[in-house]
């Protein structure tokens, strides 16, 4: 069920209509706050808690999938967003899902519509105007979707996207950094999930926050990473050291930035 739900996430980066007269995405979170998260880990990465970083890393890197999506797949509703596309705009296409919205296709970067099979969804992409006319200096805007039981076909989304994206100067994968705050409700062929997600984008990588049982740690993963074959290179930031760990089906070695060198056996 997970990539049929997740791939309606996107649907907040390629829709939109007629403009509300009140905020339909209440308050903004706290992206200090968030960031804290990612720049002062509070947790450990002990031994033993390989296996629930992995699957927490899995969950959110899905979660991550589905939402924004900088330079995605390319479209003629591309300029709208001055590059900020879905990763699921092939699927809505495919499916009817972006034609019900006449803004789609006009260029509107703020607005709300009705979806197809019911509910509506709300956005404000006004900010990327900012980085479409670019012509040097900071960058500061902020990205807000929602979604109120828009629904799709057989799936259906209800929640909040936010993306902060900043820079000091020419944007580029080491001085563009972006925070992404997720929390949706997504149901697809009567089946239920529940996507609640904190990442950040940083020096050309995706980092996202995991629970432990002592606070939170931060981690990334390399390109070739595979959740569910427990195979490939994780960098994990806990509040004492890095770690850099390479599985290969589930059996690998942790090293620690300070010299330490753990196995780990299972996962």
Not at 86 to 91: A, E, H, N, P, T
Request: aromatic share 8%; charged share 15%.
């Amino acid at each position: 069920m997970r990539n049929s739900a997740l791939v309606l996430v996107g649907l907040a980066l390629v829709a939109g209509c007629s403009s509300s007269s009140n905020d339909p995405f209440g308050p903004a979170p706290d992206f200090q706050q968030v960031a804290a998260r990612f720049n002062a880990p509070t947790g450990t990465f002990a031994s033993g808690s390989e296996s629930g970083v992995l699957a927490g890393l899995t969950q959110q890197k899905s979660a991550q999938n589905g939402g924004f999506a900088i330079g995605g797949t390319s479209s003629s509703s591309s300029g709208a967003s001055g590059g900020t596309t879905s990763k699921s705009l092939r699927f809505l296409d495919a499916n009817g899902g972006s034609s019900f919205c006449p803004a789609l296709s006009s260029g509107a970067e703020s607005g709300s519509c009705a979806c197809p099979s019911g509910g509506s969804l709300a956005y404000d992409l006004s900010g990327m105007q900012q980085m479409k006319n670019y012509k040097g200096g900071p960058i500061d805007v902020t990205l807000k979707v929602r979604a109120e039981a828009c629904t799709v076909n057989d799936a259906s989304i209800d929640g909040t996207e936010f993306a902060k994206i900043s820079s000091n100067g020419t944007p580029s994968q080491t001085d563009l950094m972006m925070l992404f705050d997720v929390h949706l409700t997504a149901t697809a062929k009567g089946v239920t999930e529940r996507i609640d997600a904190d990442f950040e984008y940083l020096n050309g990588k995706y980092w996202f926050s995991i629970g432990v049982n002592d606070g939170s740690v931060v981690v990334s993963a390399d390109s070739a990473f595979d959740g569910t074959a427990k195979t490939g290179t994780i960098v994990v930031k806990d509040r004492n050291e890095t770690w850099t760990c390479t599985f290969a089906s589930g059996k690998g070695t942790c090293t620690s930035d300070k010299g330490a060198s753990r196995p780990v056996a299972s996962l």
